[in-house]
């Protein structure tokens, strides 16, 4: 079983579903991450949880909505998103929450392509 | 702020040979770390090697290595003795108070 786990691996959506990506972490860490890599865009940081709490909302539009109901699940719902949020979104998790530690190594899994239409 | 390039866009190589992918970055913190990451066809993000703005020595791990010009601000990465299964997208990170990626590099070894 790998580290860092994510749920579905496809996900084809409308403008007016609602669903959700999962995310469960393995390895024992207290810090877990939503990244969102868009085509040929460098990995952009949407959430950081540490411990449960979240601790950085990097202004993404409130049609995401993260959840981290323990330190080894993290949900993100989805809500009346457009064409421009299909992407593939990445999970990953830390020992401690980067910004501690220079040389915190994250841990991504495989993520999830999102493709809205 | 934080900033890093990378400058290659693709690259190839023949089986057996080295390359080096390039990375230049930018931070005003002097404690800051470098992270190259490789993600295949399969979509995770598998780290590969890490190296400390106070290191003294270039990381390796197996075959690769970091060529750290701290002077210079560049962070390249050597793979060794290039393998077809390397073919993948390799992406350059800084961290700082926040890890952040450059768009990555597409390598593609071919025999």
């Known amino acids: 079983e790998t580290g860092v786990t994510q749920t579905p691996r496809h996900l084809v959506m409308g403008m007016t579903n609602k669903k959700s990506l999962k995310c469960e972490q393995h390895l024992g860490h207290n810090a877990m991450y939503w990244y969102k890599q868009s085509a040929k865009k460098p990995l952009e940081l949407m959430f950081v949880?540490?411990?449960?709490?979240?601790?950085e909302n990097n202004s993404v539009p409130s049609r995401f909505s993260p959840e981290c109901p323990n330190s080894s699940h993290l949900f993100l719902h989805l809500h009346t998103l457009q064409p421009e949020d299909s992407a593939l979104y990445l999970c990953?998790?830390?020992?401690?929450?980067?910004?501690?530690?220079?040389?915190?190594?994250?841990?991504f899994g495989s993520g999830t392509q999102l493709s809205v239409l | 702020a934080q900033k890093i390039t990378q400058t290659q866009p693709g690259m190839f190589v023949q089986e057996k040979e080295a390359v080096t992918l390039d990375c230049t970055y930018d931070?005003?913190?002097?404690?800051?770390?470098l992270f190259w990451y490789k993600q295949p066809s399969s979509g995770e993000m598998i780290f590969l090697i890490y190296q400390g703005s106070y290191d003294q020595q270039n990381a390796t791990e197996g075959r690769y290595s970091l060529n750290f010009q701290k002077a210079r601000k560049s962070a390249n990465l050597v793979i060794s003795a290039s393998q077809l299964g390397d073919s993948a997208m390799y992406f350059c990170?800084?961290?700082?108070?926040?890890?952040?990626f450059g768009t990555g590099t597409r390598l593609q070894v071919f025999p």
């Open positions: 931070t005003s913190d002097p404690s800051y770390g």
């Open positions: 990953a998790s830390s020992q401690g929450r980067t910004g501690t530690r220079s040389n915190e190594k994250l841990f």
């Open positions: 949880y540490s411990l449960e709490e979240r601790v």
């Open positions: 990170a800084t961290l700082t108070d926040k890890l952040i």
